[in-house]
């Protein structure tokens, strides 16, 4: 592609520098900085052009990519599940030791405290799940 040559730019772009060109042409600007100010605006805002070429995928390409990304959804499926039986897990014990130190303390401790404790006990089971 020659040094100035336009076409990898969309049609919007195309648009976009004349119109910023035909601002700068009223501003009293020469038409040669004018183009050079509006190409170089339409630049800085999308990052040069932005029509890709077409690009030819084969059979087996596409087939390779549908396995990856196949692959990739189950594993990230099996991390969910497994976060989130561990967080139940870990509710199920906290409140197992919250009942069990609401009998030990007996009529002493209220409600309030074992909802405490209930809580320590999660953040305590939670970081030893995730280390």
């Known amino acids: 592609m020659p040094r100035g040559d336009k076409s990898s730019y969309t049609d919007k ?62 594993k990230k499926a099996a991390k969910k599940t497994d976060k989130k039986a561990t967080k139940r897990a870990a509710k199920k014990t906290a409140k197992r030791t919250a009942k069990k130190a609401a009998k030990k303390a007996g009529r002493r401790t209220t409600k309030k405290s074992a909802k405490k404790a209930a809580k320590k006990s999660t953040r305590k089971t939670a970081s030893r799940t995730r280390s």
Do not use: M
């Open 13 to 74: 772009q195309k648009r976009q520098a004349e119109h910023i060109e035909e601002s700068e042409k009223k501003e009293g600007r020469s038409a040669k900085v004018a183009a050079r100010i509006a190409w170089a605006t339409v630049n800085k805002q999308d990052g040069g052009g932005k029509k890709r070429a077409a690009k030819k995928t084969t059979k087996k390409a596409a087939k390779k990519t549908g396995k990856k990304t196949a692959k990739k959804a189950t």
